[in-house]
């Protein structure tokens, strides 16, 4: 069915490259702003650093200690109108900053407390100050005790990554976008020296697609500079590398080495990192690290020095330290840091979170950097670039400020917490749906049933166990042997529905790097 819509001769009005945050955050604004829209995704949506996230909807506490404001004041913006657009998905979270030096407290207590400040009206609750370690200890069971005066608690929030990608696919689809995953974009069109359309190549088929655009994104993350590189070739153009690729490591561990409601965040580590302890769908994800990565791997894997950064600052601050047996998971996102000009991009701390768009001389409209939180805010920035340049017929902004996605429970309505472990609750109103499918009530594993995989390769684009398993429910980022264990009957139920290979031994050795990585010693 896609593929017979990719094939109809037209001129679309808006061609993205790459089913990511932003390429898909573009695609749901162009299209509910009524442009014609074709999207193609090489792998599937979100494959990459988008569901890689530290999974958090924040403001930026760092970025504030740096002094940026502007990005700061925009994503808490931001961060409002996605926890309500999307509350099945992306929800507020407590954290707590434990502090063991009176300094610490009336520091980060003042830094916290101006955050709020920023914030404004769009605040999720109020900065509190911990005055002594009881207080920190009841949010916080397993902080380490040694040495600790008391602590700051804030809010900010979280969401599932993946999920609301495939939501904002999912959306953009409900108001006449065409979005295809497993089609790569393989080059650009030109005509008369601009840029006319791109042609692509579906991965299941090897058919071939020429799709006429008014206007081409290149929205492909780290890889925005494969398609400069040939948009300047096309034109005689030499192009220099934007990107500046920085890699974060994620470690997921069992709720018992923090258990509660409460996120731990340690603002300085011993190199001046920011790491996380986030309760995330019964699990615990401690992260992130910020090294600077030359090459472009689809699955990256850490190197060991990161590894070890993580369980040996985490275990500063809890009273058991975590060991590699303890780890469930761990993965690994590729960030498209903006590299400055006349910067090499080997200090990635120092390089812009903020996003960048350049239009090229032939037309070819380029997005990268920037965040999750962030994507509403990046999309119309694009469209407003495009439309300055004639790309685009002008039209009015702001048109997905209070555009629910798909499953948003109306206003009011009580949503489960996605601090609890994994099941129908991010689905939202599409649970009914789910409950509908066939073998609904066959539960493979606890929060995985026959009928979301079903689901999942009917309504949500899926086509292997790599794509359920990983994205449609996150099991391979929660526990990556109970993946691999259940990705046979998972394949065997999507081949009963698509008819296409599950590549099931693919994921099962996929999976064995998550929980033992072969770590890549440095380039």
Not at 143 to 149: E, Q, V
Not at 244 to 269: C, F, I, N, W, Y
Not at 355 to 383: I, P
């Amino acid at each position: 069915m896609l593929l017979a819509e990719l094939a109809k001769p037209r001129t679309w009005d808006v061609a993205i490259i790459g089913g990511g945050a932003t390429g898909l955050g573009v695609a749901l604004d162009a299209a509910a702003r009524g442009y014609s829209v074709v999207l193609v995704e090489s792998l599937d949506f979100a494959k990459g650093t988008s569901s890689r996230a530290t999974k958090l909807v924040h403001g930026g506490v760092r970025y504030l200690a740096q002094g940026n404001i502007a990005l700061v004041r925009e994503a808490l913006h931001e961060r409002t109108t996605l926890l309500a657009n999307a509350p099945h998905i992306a929800q507020p979270l407590a954290f707590v900053v434990p502090a063991y030096s009176w300094f610490d407290i009336g520091l980060y207590g003042a830094g916290l407390k101006a955050y709020d400040v920023l914030a404004g009206k769009a605040a999720l609750g109020n900065t509190e100050i911990l005055t002594n370690a009881a207080d920190v200890l009841k949010l916080l069971p397993t902080a380490n005790a040694h040495g600790l005066k008391g602590g700051v608690k804030y809010w900010d929030g979280q969401f599932d990554d993946a999920r609301l990608a495939l939501a904002l696919a999912r959306t953009a689809a409900s108001r006449g976008a065409l979005v295809v995953n497993y089609c790569a974009a393989t080059g650009l069109l030109h005509s008369d020296g601009k840029v006319s359309g791109l042609t692509c190549r579906d991965e299941e088929t090897g058919a071939t697609f020429e799709l006429k655009a008014k206007c081409v994104i290149n929205a492909a993350g780290v890889w925005v500079d494969e398609f400069r590189h040939q948009d300047g070739d096309a034109i005689g153009r030499a192009v220099r590398p934007m990107v500046a690729p920085s890699q974060g490591v994620h470690v997921v561990v069992d709720r018992e080495l923090l258990p509660g409601q409460h996120a731990l965040m340690v603002p300085k580590t011993s190199d001046g990192r920011v790491l996380f302890g986030v309760p995330w769908l019964g699990k615990v994800i401690l992260g992130t690290t910020d090294t600077p990565r030359h090459d472009l791997p689809r699955e990256p894997l850490p190197f060991p020095e990161e590894l070890e950064f993580i369980l040996t600052e985490a275990g500063k601050y809890l009273s058991r330290a975590p060991k590699r047996e303890d780890i469930r998971s761990i993965w690994v996102g590729l960030r498209p840091l903006v590299k400055p000009q006349g910067e090499d991009g080997e200090d990635t701390k120092a390089l812009s979170r903020e996003h960048t768009v350049l239009v090229s001389r032939a037309g070819l409209v380029t997005v990268t950097g920037g965040k999750w939180t962030t994507y509403r805010a990046m999309a119309e920035d694009v469209l407003s670039k495009c439309m300055h340049k004639g790309l685009l017929a002008s039209t009015r902004a702001g048109v997905t400020t209070n555009l629910r996605l798909v499953g948003a429970p109306l206003p009011g309505s009580r949503v489960p917490s996605i601090e609890q472990p994994q099941g129908l609750h991010s689905y939202g109103t599409d649970a009914a749906e789910v409950l509908k499918m066939p073998g609904a009530d066959h539960e493979i594993a606890p929060g995985l049933t026959e009928g979301m995989v079903r689901f999942a390769a009917r309504f949500e684009y899926a086509r292997t166990a790599e794509d359920v398993l990983a994205r449609r429910c996150r099991m391979l980022f929660l526990d990556a042997r109970q993946a691999a264990q259940l990705a046979p009957v998972v394949g065997e139920i999507l081949c009963e529905e698509t008819g296409v290979d599950p590549q099931v031994a693919r994921f099962q050795a996929l999976a064995g790097q998550y929980l033992h990585p072969a770590m890549q010693q440095r380039v």
